[in-house]
T-cell receptor, first 112, second 113 residues
Framework: NAGVMQNPRHLVRRRGQEARLRCSPMKGHSHVYWYRQLPEEGLKFMVYLQKENIIDESGMPKERFSAEFPKEGPSILRIQQVVRGDSAAYFC??????????FGPGTRLTVL | AQSVTQLDSQVPVFEEAPVELRCNYSSSVSVYLFWYVQYPNQGLQLLLKYLSGSTLVESINGFEAEFNKSQTSFHLRKPSVHISDTAEYFCAVSAVGGNDMRFGAGTRLTVKP
């Protein structure tokens, strides 16, 4: 059973471009979470999704950020018109039923 | 909502010394508690968790944590650390039946020879 997969592992974007981060949960897991980790800081919850539904997006910035978890395919975290402050590591986690979460290796976004 | 406080941002210790990483939580409802470890440039790995039952939980690599409801704590301990234990450790809490998890700011454990 493969673990949580995230791609790309590293992503470089210029200011104003779009960033798309993908997360494939573990097989059988229908709960997906996205977190952001800024340098020298802990993890900040962004959004919690189940298949085709956003359950809790209280940690998502109100603008430029969106997330989806379609019926087929990976979960996508999309950042439009990136700014330097978006540079961070973005982690995805999955869970079979909403308790223990298993993390992917993360995507490190660098905005030039 | 739940919250977690990790009292020490950095803990330096010598190899084979004991260590305790402190974690306190706040919640108005019953909780699950977790410790995760993050090695450099990697994702988080679940180290151990408390869901119910025995308040003392152990990991396979010698760490243990004890859930203390009266003190709202879930401190992580190891009697003798190794160089390879050098990493960032995160305490996390979620409400029983809840949807999300809240993490502490992390404690960087550095084990010196």
């Amino acid at each position: 059973n493969a673990g949580v997969m995230q791609n790309p592992r590293h992503l470089v974007r210029r200011r104003g471009q779009e960033a798309r981060l993908r997360c494939s949960p573990m097989k059988g897991h229908s709960h997906v979470y996205w977190y952001r980790q800024l340098p020298e800081e802990g993890l900040k919850f962004m959004v919690y999704l189940q298949k085709e539904n956003i359950i809790d997006e209280s940690g998502m910035p109100k603008e430029r950020f969106s997330a989806e978890f379609p019926k087929e395919g990976p979960s996508i975290l999309r950042i439009q018109q990136v700014v330097r402050g978006d540079s961070a590591a973005y982690f995805c986690a999955s869970s079979p039923k909403g308790d223990s979460q298993y993390f992917g290796p993360g995507t490190r976004l660098t905005v030039l | 909502a739940q919250s977690v406080t990790q009292l020490d941002s950095q803990v330096p210790v010598f190899e084979e010394a004991p260590v305790e990483l402190r974690c306190n939580y706040s919640s108005s409802v019953s909780v699950y508690l977790f410790w995760y470890v993050q090695y450099p440039n990697q994702g988080l790995q679940l180290l151990l968790k408390y869901l119910s039952g025995s308040t003392l939980v152990e990991s396979i690599n010698g760490f243990e944590a004890e859930f203390n409801k009266s003190q709202t704590s879930f401190h992580l301990r190891k009697p003798s650390v190794h160089i390879s234990d050098t990493a960032e450790y995160f305490c996390a809490v979620s409400a029983v039946g809840g949807n999300d998890m809240r993490f502490g700011a992390g404690t960087r454990l550095t084990v010196k020879p």
